[in-house]
């Protein structure tokens, strides 16, 4: 009897491992920045003014929905919570940065089960959220660039429990993996990175961008923040022990700014995006080494949705409504899919 509860145990150990593989470092405490896993593939379409959903496998398109009042007021970026259960998209209005002259004001609240928007988080009086996170407990981070916040969320409740200046338009931001620091690229209004405290919930550093700041990634280890040039083809490394920056990488065969930067879901690879299709990728463990570059991704590249077995990338063609999969191994292209009018953001779950 005792030898049968013993084989039972490593049973239901194997089980739970193979399901925690499944559901992606998320399920297993890795790095929330980056979700991947099996059971599906959602696509944020900010040109279309949909949300999308795909098979994961045949990338044949199975159902969508419109997270705002119209699709004029459009959806541009997503997080997936921790259980893998829900993602939350932010809808920013019917312009771009800088163009914005409807923004919008509600966070919408994706079930990923049934692909159905079952409600939304109203964040009013502030407009124009962007940049999401989302941390451990399930609390949501939010950037509203117009009115120069970033939201603190119990998306539980949808209530905002804090407000907090960080002085320029944050645009995209990054939280530690503990939680305790988050970074917000202020794009071209500020020059600097906002650092903000988030137990004291208030802004308590600036980096200085010269160029300006586009893409920002935290490390899966909480040490540095990666923050893509706003103009240069640089990529700039922030300590998070000093809030300096301490690194800077030139991004080969890159010619202007970077638009977003990644990491993989295991930690291995940094991802940038070029608005010439061009996509780099990176050692993490030595950001100097060699970079293998992939030609011509496609136009405007902006999101990438990681595998859940680490050997290939999605990555949205914003400028012509496609997407294209990438072989991370040989740093080629495999394959390329229609996808509504234009994806910004995209993920496995």
Do not use: W
């Not at 696509?43 to 997270?67: A, N, Q, T």
Request: aromatic share 6%; charged share 20%.
């Amino acid at each position: 009897m005792k030898g049968m509860r013993t084989r039972v145990a490593l049973i239901a150990l194997a089980i739970g491992a193979a399901v925690g593989s499944a559901f992606g470092p998320s399920a297993r405490g890795s790095d929330l920045s980056s979700p991947t896993g099996t059971r599906g593939l959602i696509m944020i379409d900010k040109m279309g003014g949909y949300v999308r959903f795909f098979d994961p496998v045949s990338h044949r398109e199975l159902s969508s929905l419109v997270p705002g009042p119209s699709t004029t007021i459009r959806p541009h970026e997503l997080v997936i919570a921790p259980d893998h259960r829900t993602a939350y998209v932010s809808v920013y209005g019917d312009g771009v940065y800088g163009k914005n002259p409807h923004p919008g004001h509600t966070i919408a609240i994706i079930d990923l089960e049934t692909h159905k928007m079952v409600g939304s988080i109203d964040i009013s009086p502030y407009e124009a959220p962007h940049g999401l996170q989302v941390d451990a407990a399930g609390t949501l981070y939010a950037a509203c660039d117009l009115s120069r916040k970033v939201l603190i969320i119990d998306p539980r409740a949808r209530r905002i429990e804090a407000a907090i200046d960080v002085e320029g338009t944050g645009h995209r931001i990054a939280l530690l993996p503990d939680a305790s620091k988050l970074y917000v690229a202020n794009k071209n209004d500020r020059l600097f990175v906002s650092v903000v405290d988030v137990k004291a919930r208030r802004m308590v550093g600036k980096v200085p961008m010269p160029n300006g700041s586009e893409g920002i990634v935290a490390a899966p280890d909480g040490r540095t923040v990666l923050v893509a040039d706003l103009t240069d083809p640089y990529i700039h490394v922030i300590s998070t022990a000093t809030d300096k920056e301490v690194d800077r990488i030139r991004v080969q065969g890159a010619e202007k700014g970077i638009y977003k930067i990644f990491y993989s879901p295991d930690g291995r690879l940094v991802l940038t995006c070029l608005s010439s299709g061009q996509l780099n990728i990176f050692s993490a463990t030595d950001l100097h080494a060699p970079q293998r570059v992939v030609q011509s991704a496609g136009t405007a590249l902006m999101g990438i949705a990681f595998s859940a077995d680490g050997r290939t990338a999605l990555v949205g063609n914003h400028g012509e409504g496609t997407v294209s999969r990438i072989d991370l191994k040989t740093a080629m292209v495999t394959d390329t899919f229609p996808a509504g009018k234009g994806v910004e953001s995209l993920a496995y779950f």
